[in-house]
């Protein structure tokens, strides 16, 4: 028997586990009492872990489909067959007709994320997309624009804070989001002890609102109508009050006169919140020892996800709370992500078909389909995907599968046949998991504390199998690139030179991980803009505001359909882990009682939902937690090829609804506010 340590890497808390093995049998799995970050906190899908490497379903050696069904194949003849494809269309093409798909699980794998884009340059490709699209990119555009680079990410202070507003948001669900906290439940009871506050305003009382002090209802996808007025109470009462922050920020005035129409009694109607309870929120926020307030992905995931970006930043940094003790500030990692100035990109270069904007060289994914089904130049006729299962996961899934079926060649890198990979000519699964050595090179750059641990490979992998940065090196030097690197060599490189000058045998030694100290103030020298200092209204919101005005006269009509996710699944993943899946059925449609009882249905009556791309039909889970009109679906659901899913986790995909010309300004795709019909079915 022998105990080994390393951090989760199944989300974005990263959560210590000491992992109890027999040999190469893991016995269990808890939480790390010793690591100084998540101090002993633990989910469910981290026991789930041992499950995963066992696992019958899981791919061991590549396969290739054919006429007759999957056929496994040798890893040779296997890197020989893509590189042939890869080579030949973007010979004949040009290598634009090759595309890339990069999916949430690259970062929470430091070997996919440092590796990746060695394969990219090698095929020399600017058709590149992520799940960034379906996330966080309205925030991203937002730093960059604001303080000079999309990856300088501020995070709560959630040790120090007197007031957390939480907009969009269900840390208790998601462990966090752009923001590493393990045990968010016991910050928020923290808050709470220490005489403070926290407010969850969102359309569905979620595990989140639950445990919060006050929890208020909003119509979705209005957000940012709620922070217009918010920020207009600011000024219309004298509330601001910047500190240090107004020595170098630009755009006060611009600011003033953007929110100047947008006042509480005007946008009550439009949000649902009451003017009264618009100005007291705010009122409380900006007399607070200290705040913060948080909107993720609820904000981002919106049409108008760039300007609740915008105006979540502004309300923290108009009330002095941030870079500052309690508020919103940087992390100090170890491994540094921002390492440039002034060279981030938004709108550089656009789609052929529709003309939707680049950012960081990666377009919206919301017009993947649509470069693949549209002949002409650059037409997208290969496709390379790596930790990912878009046709669930990206507006208007159907299309999309559509889509890759008439691809003439796709290679998935993933160790499962998915909805998406289904439609792959070939799979290289590669070594994962416990198998894997890791760092966390994103989320430990989003700690809520400052903080570092590197996680030894647990289990070793198979004497067949192949490391994620191993076989994405093996096709980049056949596409003519550079030979893989261990990744390792250069996270070890990275800390060495790092603030705090660590080597990786510094980490090894401490499996515990390392404190670094809470966060600290750090502006204006992390500015990236040129001038060093922050610019508070940038053109691309502010002219937005007119669509926003324009919006504010539409009346509210029909159901409004949102997403949610469920603490035992990990986006489309884990469906297919049994420990995780024995209650009921959780991919259900809520309703509250009243429209329940106006279509006439009860608890498990069928109903067919509807929007301009497709229908489902889901059964109906009737809850007062869900606001009027609004109705939701849990996202990653939608397995029905899949055999190796319980029929009760099969579900239905909420993307067969969601609208992939709906988007954000910033090229964000528009998963919340999908308009529905709902009939009984």
């Known amino acids: 028997m022998t105990t080994k340590y390393r951090a989760c890497n199944l989300c974005e808390a990263i959560c210590g586990l000491e992992i109890e093995l027999e040999g190469d049998k893991v016995i269990s799995i808890r939480g790390d009492a010793a690591d100084p970050f998540s101090k002993g906190h633990i989910c469910p899908k981290a026991t789930a872990l041992g499950d995963m490497y066992t696992d019958p379903n899981r791919l061991r050696t590549p396969i290739q489909r054919t006429a007759t069904g999957w056929e496994s194949i040798s890893w040779q003849t296997a890197f020989d067959e893509v590189a042939s494809k890869l080579s030949t269309i973007k010979a004949r093409d040009g290598a634009n007709a090759i595309a890339f798909f990069i999916g949430n699980p690259a970062v929470h794998n430091s070997g996919t994320l440092l590796s990746m884009p060695s394969l990219m340059r090698a095929v020399g490709s600017s058709n590149r997309y992520s799940a960034t699209s379906v996330d966080q990119l309205p925030q991203q555009v937002m ?142 926020f900006s007399s607070a020892e200290s705040a913060v307030a948080y909107g993720r992905i609820g904000l981002s995931i919106q049409k108008f996800g760039a300007v609740c970006q915008w105006l979540v930043y502004a309300l923290n940094m108009l009330t002095g709370n941030f870079d500052r003790a309690g508020g919103m500030m940087l992390p100090s990692p170890a491994f540094e992500t921002v390492r440039s100035k002034g060279d981030w990109l938004f709108g550089r270069s656009h789609t052929r078909v529709r003309g939707l904007p680049e950012t960081n060289g990666e377009f919206p994914v919301a017009a993947l389909a649509e470069e693949i089904l549209t002949e002409g130049q ?108 261990d990744p390792a060599e250069i996270i070890d490189a990275g800390l060495k030179r790092g603030r705090y000058q660590l080597s990786l045998e510094q980490l090894k030694a401490n499996p515990h991980g390392i404190d670094l100290g809470a966060l600290t103030e750090q502006f204006p020298e992390r500015i990236q803009n040129p001038e060093k200092r922050i610019r508070l209204a940038p053109s691309l919101v502010l002219s937005d505001l007119e669509r926003l005005e324009n919006d504010l006269e539409t009346k509210n009509e029909g159901y409004i359909l949102i997403g949610r996710r469920e603490l035992r699944s990990n986006n489309s993943w884990m469906h297919h882990v049994n420990r995780l899946n024995r209650d009921q059925p959780r991919c259900t449609a809520i309703l509250h009682p009243e429209d329940a009882k106006t279509l006439g249905a009860t608890n498990g009556t069928n109903l067919r939902i509807s929007s301009r791309v497709g229908s489902v039909t889901i059964p109906l889970e009737i809850s007062a937690d869900m606001a009027r009109g609004v109705i939701s679906i849990p996202h990653g659901y939608g397995h029905a090829t899949r055999n190796d899913v319980a029929n009760h986790a099969k579900g239905v995909s909420i993307n067969d609804l969601t609208d992939e010309l709906e988007l954000d300004i910033s090229g964000n795709a528009a998963l919340n506010g999908t308009r529905v019909t709902i009939a009984l079915a």
Request: charged share 20%; net charge neutral.
């Open 143 to 284: 730093s960059g624009l604001m303080l000079g680079n999309p990856n300088l990410l501020p995070v709560p202070d959630l040790s120090r804070t007197k007031y957390w507003l939480i907009l969009g948001a269900n840390p208790l669900a998601s462990n966090g989001s752009l923001m590493t906290a393990p045990g968010v439940k016991d910050h928020l009871k923290n808050i709470q002890t220490r005489g403070g506050k926290v407010v969850v305003i969102d359309p569905r009382r979620t595990e989140t609102a639950k445990v919060a002090t006050e929890h208020v209802f909003i119509r979705p996808s209005t957000d940012a109508f709620l922070l217009l007025a918010m920020i207009h109470v600011l000024f219309a009462e004298n509330l601001v009050k910047m500190g240090k922050l107004e020595h170098f920020t630009d755009g006060l005035e611009e600011i003033r006169t953007a929110v100047k129409h947008f006042t509480p009694e005007r946008v009550a109607k439009k949000t649902g919140i009451a003017s009264e309870d618009i100005k007291r929120i705010t009122r409380e």
């Open 378 to 485: 650059d037409q997208v006729r290969a496709f390379v995907i790596t930790c990912g299962n878009p046709v669930l996961s990206t507006p208007n899934g159907t299309k999309l599968e559509t889509a890759l079926e008439s691809l003439e060649f796709m290679v998935a890198i993933d160790p499962y046949i998915t909805e998406t990979t289904r439609h792959a000519h070939i799979i290289l699964p590669p070594a994962m998991g416990l198998e894997t050595n890791h760092y966390d090179v994103t989320f430990l750059s989003l700690a809520v504390q400052n903080y570092a641990k590197y996680s030894q490979a647990t289990i070793p992998k198979a004497e067949n199998a192949m490391y994620d940065w191993e076989i994405i090196g093996e096709l980049a030097q056949r596409m003519g690139g550079d030979a893989p690197r």
